[in-house]
Each structure stands twice: as C-alpha cells, then as structure tokens.
C-alpha cells in the first residue's frame, strides 16, 4: 500500500455520462532508483514553464525552467519534475436525436480530461497544456508530476 500511495494519484476523470469523479490513478515509476514520487499540482495558466524532452529517457517531457514569478512556480512545481498526466479540452458537437432526425448539426461542447503524456511527442503534450484555455469553466490546469526525493 506505501508503494501504491508513493506512484499514485487522485484525478478528475471523466466519466462516460459526462460527469467527472475523483479517482486514484496508478504511474509506474519511470526514474529509476525508487527515490521519486508522485505530485499533483493544480495551476492557472500561464504556467509559466520551459518543458523539454528528457535525453536520458525518449518520449519523457521534463520541466526544464520554471519562472521564478510564474503560476506554476508558487503552485510548487520544480525544474527537474518529470511530467505524467495533464488535463487537456477537447471540443466535439453534440447533436441531441431529436435535432439528428430534424436535420440539426448540433452544438459544440467541449470536455476537459486527463491526458497521459507518457511518450507523447513535446508538441503533442503542448498542445495539450494549451488546451485548457477552452475550459468554459476556466479551472486549472492539473499536472501529474514524478519528482525526485
């Protein structure tokens, strides 16, 4: 269970009736040694940070440069972080059957989710980070990070 705890998290997921839960979500290690574990960090954007693909492990975004004055910095984020998960929107139309046999094309509506970016290209996990900015809600952005004791 101490193990469990140390490479999890809780999460909003969402759920297929559109509602988001609260779940506990495992992440194997990917640094090695066992001296890492999970984070989670919520921010507004912008972050504020500089992510690059770690060298030693391909398809790893790490957190290069974190802005002294940034949101992410006073939400604790750290250069050196490995990044795991993040919420991400996507918009998508919705077209209730009644509006599919009229003809209707139906109305935008968009979700946010986590997203893993375990071997996500840079541009890819990006975009994703950028994404929440369609939040209608305007929440904040959720980062899973592995970090180094």
Same mark, same amino acid.
């Given at each position: 269970d101490q193990q469990r705890l140390r490479y999890s998290a809780e999460v909003p997921i969402l759920k297929d009736m559109g509602d988001e839960v609260m779940e506990r979500v495992d992440f194997p290690p990917r640094l090695k040694g066992g001296k890492s574990r999970i984070v989670t960090i919520q921010a507004p954007l912008p972050l504020g940070l500089v992510l690059g693909e770690d060298e030693s492990i391909p398809g790893m975004t790490s957190v290069d440069e974190v802005a002294a004055e940034g949101n992410g910095a006073a939400a604790g984020v750290k250069q050196g972080d490995i990044v795991r998960a993040i919420t991400a929107c996507q918009t998508t139309m919705e077209t209730p059957?009644? !509006? @599919?046999?009229? $003809? $209707?094309? $139906? !109305?935008?509506?968009?979700?946010?989710?986590?997203?893993?970016? %375990?071997?996500?290209? @840079? #541009? #890819?996990? @990006?975009?994703?980070? $950028?994404?929440?900015?369609?939040?209608? !809600?305007?929440? %904040?952005?959720?980062?899973? @990070? #592995?970090?180094?004791?």
């Open positions: 059957t009644w !509006q @599919l046999l009229a $003809g $209707g094309i $139906g !109305q935008p509506k968009t979700k946010r989710f986590m997203y893993s970016v %375990d071997g996500r290209p @840079l #541009e #890819e996990v @990006l975009d994703a980070i $950028g994404s929440n900015r369609m939040d209608v !809600q305007g929440r %904040d952005v959720w980062l899973v @990070l #592995e970090r180094m004791d």
